[in-house]
T-cell receptor, first 113, second 114 residues
Framework: KQEVTQIPAALSVPEGENLVLNCSFTDSAIYNLQWFRQDPGKGLTSLLLIQSSQREQTSGRLNASLDKSSGRSTLYIAASQPGDSATYLCAVRQTDSWGKLQFGAGTQVVVTP | EAQVTQNPRYLITVTGKKLTVTCSQNMNHEYMSWYRQDPGLGLRQIYYSMNVEVTDKGDVPEGYKVSRKEKRNFPLILESPSPNQTSLYFC?????????????FGPGTRLTVL
């Protein structure tokens, strides 16, 4: 069974510092991997989606990499701002059970001014 | 505006009283799914649907039912709610595949079962 892990569970950085968020998964037979942002009391917003054939995706200050063989994805947020404070979750979709989406527990990020 | 709506947003009920949480999307998405979110456990998938009349179990389906009679709607039914179903519930939809598999989430329904 696929296990998705995000370490650390919480992270605090000063404004301007680059953020590095980690996501690891145990089964490399994934169809895609997504990164989401969740603000307190709100739903999830998709940030980036990486297909299994891709190595990275970029959107503005966000860059996500994928290394299927090692079962890892990393989300980089450049020059963090207080507005980046949120919980970040990754989720993988399996190739052999496409309908299922497995989430990590998330990393709670606080960016201090 | 493209969106996923859920109702109600908040619900307090008692053990054993049947309830339905509605989910509707206006993006003509084929794929819809329900999740529950609990502290320390992240999001866990309850049920999903690949298309009308096609539903399947996620990781935690016990105590829940779903139906997909129309493409836009995917209600979650708790026939006999219990306190361990107290949670934050999310509905999501996507086109279902390829580069457009971005998941769109509803705002969540906070359910308390006494």
């Amino acid at each position: 069974k696929q296990e998705v892990t995000q370490i650390p569970a919480a992270l605090s950085v000063p404004e301007g510092e680059n953020l590095v968020l980690n996501c690891s998964f145990t089964d490399s037979a994934i169809y895609n991997l997504q990164w989401f942002r969740q603000d307190p009391g709100k739903g999830l917003t998709s940030l980036l989606l990486i297909q299994s054939s891709q190595r990275e995706q970029t959107s503005g200050r966000l860059n996500a990499s994928l290394d299927k063989s090692s079962g890892r994805s990393t989300l980089y947020i450049a020059a963090s701002q207080p507005g980046d404070s949120a919980t970040y979750l990754c989720a993988v979709r399996q190739t052999d059970s496409w309908g299922k989406l497995q989430f990590g527990a998330g990393t709670q990020v606080v960016v201090t001014p | 505006e493209a969106q996923v709506t859920q109702n109600p947003r908040y619900l307090i009920t008692v053990t054993g009283k049947k309830l339905t949480v509605t989910c509707s999307q206006n993006m003509n998405h084929e794929y819809m799914s329900w999740y529950r979110q609990d502290p320390g456990l992240g999001l866990r998938q309850i049920y999903y649907s690949m298309n009308v009349e096609v539903t399947d179990k996620g990781d935690v389906p016990e105590g829940y039912k779903v139906s997909r009679k129309e493409k836009r709607n995917f209600p979650l039914i708790l026939e006999s709610p219990s306190p361990n179903q107290t949670s934050l519930y999310f509905c999501a939809s996507s086109t279902g595949g390829g580069v457009t598999d971005t998941q769109y989430f509803g705002p969540g329904t906070r359910l308390t079962v006494l």
